[in-house]
């Protein structure tokens, strides 16, 4: 975004009385010299997820609200600008469906179309626009940029007004954006110096806008990650042959050769950045400052002698030949850390904000939104890229998950267009006298820029207790979108944009009511005035987690169980296990469970728990199944377990006595008597004899597995 003090404002409110103020108080409150967005680029070598993430935040005023939305496809449509003469119809009978993050029309005299920012159209394209950076004064002088001070009459030029519509409005994949965005600068130029980031599943460029026609694209390496603050002298080398990875203007080298402009490295190969940006001693202060930041965020830290460090100066006041791109410390980097790093602030280390109130931080206090893509590869174009997107600054926001590119209603928890700005304040400047008044119903941008106003002016005592409640939420809506994306990947295309649509109502609105109860402990704890023990969420358990547990996830996945019922056999009347389950509620909350007499009509119990007793009083045989269910209402059912109860085994008869108290032994033979094997007589007794003994064994068999 244009956020150089000196010029941004003022376009913005060149009607508007109040706009002058805002334009005031935005100068009143950035750092004196410096722009203030920081681009961040993290390949997936990196990553925990395999995945690559780029994004970026956006700096202009304290409290200023930005509107995330879809926009819908266009027939006829023209480009305009309100801070250039740019003029451009749309190459297509109709434009793309995409998704975009705004300012409110109040701030362009009504416009709706103004800085669409950042967001993915219906084909996965996605687009941040824009980085700012800067040019030296040298080539300025020989390319100028065409907006309203061209000193040529070059005033059409484009600009971030449109580079986000343009890009996704009119573009299937990355590659195809960059090639047409270098034939509009080169016949329409540029109205500044910009450097915008376009992906795809297969590819991730920067495109950089250098001057007023002079422009180079090169896809981001895989090898290294990038923390950009707003600095066009950060130094890169590309094939500029190689037109598969890097696309570039035809007079890139001519130009500045012909002026004796063009720098080169010591092999001789040409220096883009050191040709076209301002050189180290012409960056800001807070831009340098920040880039240090950055580095010691990802563990990539600088050695001293490459930077001096003046606290009363309001930071790093020198830095030599810093590096677009470097090999990071920090491996296997989860979301939550690159989320995170938008919000850095140099915590323990020599550039720490905290500890010097004079120092300008990556995640500052005129962040207007932040947001981060997921972009995966070997998914279908329309769920590759996952949209994190925070509507205010990020050190005290959380961040959903969208799926942008299948997206058709925009969540009415994230306001629109046609909202109600007041809430603002007049100049827009950091007042906790408008954080402490109602904000507008249902609107999770105005909530967390109320959030950050509050917790930011009361650091010492609110803070703490602030971001640990928000890094709680943060990461369980990661948890559950992993489950809920792993639900999106099993749907079929034809139903992804209605579970599409259902996951952003879903999350942000429970994400809303979240910080919205936030917001208003936060008040009652600002307004008692007694700020000795310091804030502490009542839903932020001692653990360091929710207290009260999302549903985000258990509105799209149903528990599952983990252990089985067991089978079992008892004899009637004997002592019986209690048939359990072990359910997993897929980090989606508290379970329910309640057993079952499972037949055509399955009866319940009244049973309600995760173990149930087993009865064995009446002889029969008794299937029971828990259904377990989650706090959404899904729910999922057991195996059945089959219970039999058997009669008791019966105990054999005493022998009959004879009188005298001697049991009867029968006709016992005597020794002689005992038949021979050659007495045909003998084989009938043999046989009954065998009979018997089979008998008996064949009872005591029995008896034993009865009674085992």
Same mark, same amino acid.
């Given at each position: 975004?244009?956020?150089?003090?000196?010029?941004?404002?003022?376009?913005?409110?060149?009607?508007?009385?109040?706009?002058?103020?805002?334009?005031?108080?935005?100068?009143?409150?950035?750092?004196?010299?410096?722009?203030?967005?920081?681009?961040?680029?993290?390949?997936?070598?990196?990553?925990?997820?395999?995945?690559?993430?780029?994004?970026?935040?956006?700096?202009?005023?304290?409290?200023?609200?930005?509107?995330?939305?879809?926009?819908?496809?266009?027939?006829?449509?023209?480009?305009?600008?309100?801070?250039?003469?740019?003029?451009?119809?749309?190459?297509?009978?109709?434009?793309?469906?995409?998704?975009?993050?705004?300012?409110?029309?109040?701030?362009?005299?009504?416009?709706?179309?103004?800085?669409?920012?950042?967001?993915?159209?219906?084909?996965?394209?996605?687009?941040?626009?824009?980085?700012?950076?800067?040019?030296?004064?040298?080539?300025?002088?020989?390319?100028?940029?065409?907006?309203?001070?061209?000193?040529?009459?070059?005033?059409?030029?484009?600009?971030?007004?449109?580079?986000?519509?343009?890009?996704?409005?009119?573009?299937?994949?990355?590659?195809?954006?960059?090639?047409?965005?270098?034939?509009?600068?080169?016949?329409?130029?540029?109205?500044?110096?910009?450097?915008?980031?376009?992906?795809?599943?297969?590819?991730?460029?920067?495109?950089?806008?250098?001057?007023?026609?002079?422009?180079?694209?090169?896809?981001?390496?895989?090898?290294?990650?990038?923390?950009?603050?707003?600095?066009?002298?950060?130094?890169?080398?590309? *094939? +500029? #042959?190689? =037109?598969?990875?890097?696309?570039?203007?035809? &007079?890139?080298?001519? @130009?500045?050769?012909?002026? !004796?402009?063009?720098?080169?490295?010591?092999?001789?190969?040409?220096?883009?950045?050191?040709?076209?940006?301002?050189?180290?001693?012409?960056?800001?202060?807070?831009?340098?400052?920040?880039?240090?930041?950055?580095?010691?965020?990802?563990?990539?830290?600088?050695?001293?002698?490459?930077? *001096? +460090? #003046?606290? =009363?100066?309001?930071?790093?006041?020198?830095? &030599?030949?810093?590096? @677009?791109?470097?090999?990071? !410390?920090?491996?296997?980097?989860?979301?939550?850390?690159?989320?995170?790093?938008?919000?850095?602030?140099?915590?323990?280390?020599?550039?720490?904000?905290?500890?010097?109130?004079?120092?300008?931080?990556?995640?500052?206090?005129?962040?207007?939104?932040?947001?981060?893509?997921?972009?995966?590869?070997?998914?279908?174009?329309?769920?590759?890229?996952?949209?994190?997107?925070?509507?205010?600054?990020?050190?005290?926001?959380?961040?959903?998950?969208?799926?942008?590119?299948?997206?058709?209603?925009?969540?009415?928890?994230?306001?629109?267009?046609?909202?109600?700005?007041?809430?603002?304040?007049?100049?827009?400047?950091?007042?906790?006298?408008?954080?402490?008044?109602?904000?507008?119903?249902?609107?999770?941008?105005?909530?967390?820029?109320?959030?950050?106003?509050?917790?930011?002016?009361?650091?010492?005592?609110?803070?703490?207790?602030?971001?640990?409640?928000?890094?709680?939420?943060?990461?369980?809506?990661?948890?559950?979108?992993?489950?809920?994306?792993?639900?999106?990947?099993?749907?079929?295309?034809?139903?992804?944009?209605?579970?599409?649509?259902?996951?952003?109502?879903?999350?942000?609105?429970?994400?809303?009511?979240?910080?919205?109860?936030?917001?208003?402990?936060?008040?009652?704890?600002?307004?008692?005035?007694?700020?000795?023990?310091?804030?502490?969420?009542?839903?932020?358990?001692?653990?360091?987690?929710?207290?009260?547990?999302?549903?985000?996830?258990?509105?799209?996945?149903?528990?599952?169980?983990?252990?089985?019922?067991?089978?079992?056999?008892?004899?009637?009347?004997?002592?019986?296990?209690?048939?359990?389950?072990?359910?997993?509620?897929?980090?989606?909350?508290?379970?329910?469970?309640?057993?079952?007499?499972?037949?055509?009509?399955?009866?319940?119990?009244?049973?309600?728990?995760?173990?149930?007793?087993?009865?064995?009083?009446?002889?029969?045989?008794?299937?029971?199944?828990?259904?377990?269910?989650?706090?959404?209402?899904?729910?999922?059912?057991?195996?059945?377990?089959?219970?039999?109860?058997?009669?008791?085994?019966?105990?054999?008869?005493?022998?009959?006595?004879?009188?005298?108290?001697?049991?009867?032994?029968?006709?016992?033979?005597?020794?002689?008597?005992?038949?021979?094997?050659?007495?045909?007589?003998?084989?009938?007794?043999?046989?009954?004899?065998?009979?018997?003994?089979?008998?008996?064994?064949?009872?005591?068999?029995?008896?034993?597995?009865?009674?085992?």
């Amino acid at each position: 975004m244009l956020t150089n003090p000196n010029r941004a404002p003022l376009p913005r409110v060149r009607v508007a009385a109040a706009g002058l103020m805002l334009g005031a108080a935005a100068l009143a409150c950035a750092p004196s010299d410096a722009l203030a967005c920081t681009q961040v680029w993290v390949p997936d070598a990196f990553t925990q997820t395999g995945d690559r993430y780029v994004g970026r935040s956006e700096d202009y005023a304290s409290r200023h609200v930005k509107i995330f939305g879809v926009q819908e496809p266009v027939a006829g449509k023209v480009y305009e600008s309100e801070e250039s003469d740019f003029h451009m119809k749309s190459r297509l009978p109709k434009t793309y469906r995409y998704t975009y993050v705004r300012d409110h029309p109040s701030d362009w005299d009504g416009s709706h179309f103004s800085y669409s920012e950042a967001g993915i159209n219906e084909h996965g394209v996605s687009c941040s626009a824009t980085l700012t950076t800067n040019a030296s004064d040298e080539i300025l002088a020989v390319d100028p940029l065409c907006d309203f001070d061209n000193p040529n009459g070059e005033t059409g030029g484009i600009g971030e007004f449109n580079y986000a519509d343009v890009i996704l409005g009119e573009n299937k994949t990355a590659r195809e954006a960059v090639i047409l965005l270098g034939e509009v600068l080169d016949e329409h130029g540029t109205s500044g110096n910009d450097q915008i980031t376009i992906s795809d599943t297969d590819e991730s460029w920067l495109f950089c806008a250098l001057s007023g026609h002079q422009w180079i694209a090169f896809q981001l390496p895989a090898d290294q990650v990038s923390v950009n603050p707003n600095m066009g002298n950060l130094l890169f080398d590309v *094939d +500029l #042959d190689d =037109s598969e990875t890097c696309l570039h203007s035809k &007079d890139l080298l001519e @130009l500045p050769r012909q002026h !004796g402009l063009l720098e080169t490295y010591e092999d001789g190969a040409p220096n883009i950045a050191g040709t076209y940006g301002r050189p180290d001693d012409g960056q800001g202060v807070g831009q340098m400052t920040r880039y240090v930041q950055g580095r010691h965020y990802f563990g990539a830290s600088l050695a001293q002698e490459l930077y *001096d +460090l #003046d606290a =009363s100066r309001g930071g790093v006041t020198r830095l &030599d030949s810093p590096a @677009l791109f470097f090999t990071p !410390g920090t491996k296997d980097m989860d979301t939550a850390f690159i989320l995170r790093s938008l919000a850095a602030r140099g915590e323990g280390t020599d550039v720490d904000a905290n500890a010097h109130a004079g120092f300008y931080a990556i995640g500052n206090n005129r962040t207007v939104e932040s947001h981060m893509f997921q972009i995966r590869e070997e998914l279908p174009d329309d769920i590759a890229t996952v949209q994190w997107e925070a509507l205010s600054r990020a050190e005290f926001s959380v961040f959903v998950p969208l799926y942008s590119a299948l997206i058709t209603e925009p969540s009415p928890y994230f306001s629109n267009l046609d909202c109600d700005e007041s809430h603002q304040g007049p100049d827009q400047s950091d007042d906790v006298a408008f954080a402490l008044q109602e904000e507008p119903e249902d609107s999770l941008p105005f909530v967390l820029m109320d959030i950050n106003t509050l917790a930011y002016n009361h650091r010492d005592s609110m803070s703490s207790g602030t971001r640990a409640y928000l890094d709680a939420l943060q990461n369980q809506i990661i948890e559950q979108h992993a489950l809920v994306d792993a639900v999106m990947r099993q749907t079929p295309a034809e139903q992804r944009a209605e579970l599409a649509d259902k996951a952003q109502d879903t999350v942000v609105e429970q994400t809303y009511r979240k910080c919205d109860a936030l917001l208003d402990e936060m008040r009652a704890y600002v307004k008692a005035g007694d700020f000795d023990a310091p804030f502490s969420p009542s839903d932020l358990a001692q653990s360091g987690d929710l207290q009260a547990p999302l549903t985000y996830a258990a509105t799209f996945v149903a528990p599952s169980i983990a252990k089985q019922p067991a089978d079992a056999t008892y004899e009637q009347g004997a002592e019986a296990a209690d048939l359990s389950v072990e359910a997993d509620g897929n980090a989606t909350g508290q379970l329910s469970y309640e057993w079952f007499v499972a037949g055509e009509t399955p009866t319940s119990t009244g049973i309600k728990a995760a173990s149930m007793p087993v009865s064995t009083d009446a002889v029969g045989t008794t299937g029971y199944f828990c259904r377990v269910t989650n706090a959404a209402g899904l729910s999922c059912d057991s195996a059945v377990a089959t219970i039999t109860v058997t009669e008791p085994a019966r105990k054999p008869e005493p022998p009959k006595k004879e009188e005298g108290g001697k049991p009867q032994t029968g006709n016992k033979p005597k020794p002689g008597d005992l038949p021979q094997t050659g007495d045909p007589a003998s084989m009938t007794v043999l046989g009954l004899l065998a009979a018997g003994g089979i008998g008996a064994l064949g009872y005591g068999a029995s008896r034993r597995r009865k009674t085992r």
